[in-house]
């Protein structure tokens, strides 16, 4: 599969606990974003790489951090966790170069904090 | 600030029927608007740009900037339009700002 790919597709959590969730962007995109979407909630921009460097930021949260390593895969850490961070969060890929910015989306990871 | 509004939640019309789906941003500069959709089980995926002025499963959407709206439209609805649909934004620095999503539902 050349899409977009996050693993793992579920997880079950506890408050106060760290998590991290992973993102394979499409074959040749540099650049990938992280969305979350809460219950009710459209999606919220998080943040966006661009060949590993930090290119955009949105609503995200101090707790919250990301990175994108020299394969161009992400990672978006989420810490001390609070009820109200259960959400999907979706990955996108693009290659920015192209004048269209058409994103391509992962299939999310659905965060459950208990 | 919220910057992208999709005012109806929940909209359902027979196949057959004209559907519109509501638009508005609020952006001060020039702004860059997309839809996508989500079918069942499937990935959100882009449906159209406004730059593109382009036609796509029969959807069309008109940037209007003295509205601000870039509302979506189709003449006839089908059955397989059903899905969920989103109204994106860009602003400057490839930020996306999404609303909160419009379930267009197609009676047989």
């Known amino acids: 599969d050349s899409g977009v790919t996050q693993t793992p597709k579920h997880l079950i959590t506890a408050t106060g606990q760290r998590v991290t969730l992973r993102c394979s962007p499409r074959?040749?995109?540099?650049?990938v974003y992280w969305y979350q979407q809460s219950l009710d909630q459209g999606l919220q921009f998080l943040i966006q790489?661009?060949?590993?460097?930090?290119?955009a930021k949105g609503n995200i949260l101090e707790r919250f951090s990301a990175q994108q390593f020299p394969d161009l895969h992400s990672e978006l850490n989420l810490s001390s966790l609070e009820l109200g961070d259960s959400a999907l969060y979706f990955c996108?890929?693009?290659?920015?170069?192209?004048?269209?910015?058409?994103?391509?989306f992962g299939p999310g990871t659905r965060l459950t904090v208990l | 600030a919220q910057r992208v509004t999709q005012p109806e939640k929940l909209l359902s019309v027979f196949k057959g029927a004209p559907v519109e789906l509501k638009c508005n941003y609020s952006?001060?500069?020039?702004?860059?608007l997309f839809w996508y959709v989500q079918y069942s089980r499937q990935r959100l995926q882009l449906l159209l740009r406004?730059?593109s002025r382009e036609s796509i499963k029969g959807f069309t959407a008109d940037l209007n900037k003295g509205e601000t709206s870039f509302h979506l439209k189709k003449p006839f609805a089908q059955e397989e339009d059903s899905a969920m649909y989103y109204c994106?934004?860009?602003?400057?620095?490839?930020?996306?700002?999404f609303g909160t999503g419009t379930s267009l539902t197609v009676i047989p």
């Open positions: 996108a890929s693009s290659w920015v170069g192209s004048l269209i910015n058409e994103q391509f």
């Open positions: 074959s040749g995109d540099l650049s």
């Open positions: 790489y661009y060949n590993g460097e930090e290119r």
């Open positions: 994106a934004l860009k602003i400057r620095l490839n930020q996306f700002y």
């Open positions: 406004h730059i």
């Open positions: 952006y001060s500069g020039s702004p860059e």
